[in-house]
């Protein structure tokens, strides 16, 4: 299997773990070290794409660890949906629905914030460059 389709499949996982709120997007490795109980460097590893790491025993491992909630043969092979069909429906809740919504206004206005601090940091630099000159 190529590593890169693995990777990919994790980075849509850890995604949509952020997206429900199931792991930190500030502490992504620290939640996945304590949910699947194993050391920082093994998840570390594994979600830099090294293949000694990035087994299907640690997707099934990391399966296990969320409920089993994502479809076993796309985990491992990319065929299908992501989700199994009950987790698919998720969204038919509409407080999940109102809670997933408002999870990403935040973190949209969050980035805002960061983005606008890093813009008057800019203009600051730019006000120095001409004043030097």
Same mark, same amino acid.
């Given at each position: 299997?190529? @590593? ?17 709120? @199931? ?9 996945? !070290?304590?949910? %699947? @109980? ?7 590893? *594994? ?7 990035? !087994? ?8 296990? *660890? ?8 796309? %985990?491992? !092979? ?20 109102? *809670? ?10 969050? *980035? ?6 890093? @813009? ?14």
């Amino acid at each position: 299997m190529n @590593k890169n389709n693995k990777l990919e499949r994790i980075k849509e996982i850890i995604r949509y773990l952020i997206f429900t709120q @199931k792991i930190g997007y500030e502490s992504i490795q620290k939640d996945l !070290t304590n949910v %699947l @109980k194993s050391e920082k460097s093994v998840i570390s590893r *594994a979600l830099n794409g090294d293949e000694k790491y990035l !087994t299907d025993n640690f997707l099934v491992k990391l399966n296990s *660890a969320f409920g089993e909630e994502f479809n076993l043969e796309w %985990l491992l !092979t990319g065929k299908g949906d992501m989700l199994k069909k009950e987790t698919a429906g998720f969204s038919d809740n509409p407080q999940i629905e109102q *809670a997933l919504a408002e999870n990403i206004y935040k973190k949209l206005t969050e *980035a805002n914030e960061k983005l606008d601090t890093v @813009k008057d940091d800019i203009i600051e630099l730019q006000k120095l460059v001409v004043e030097h000159k």
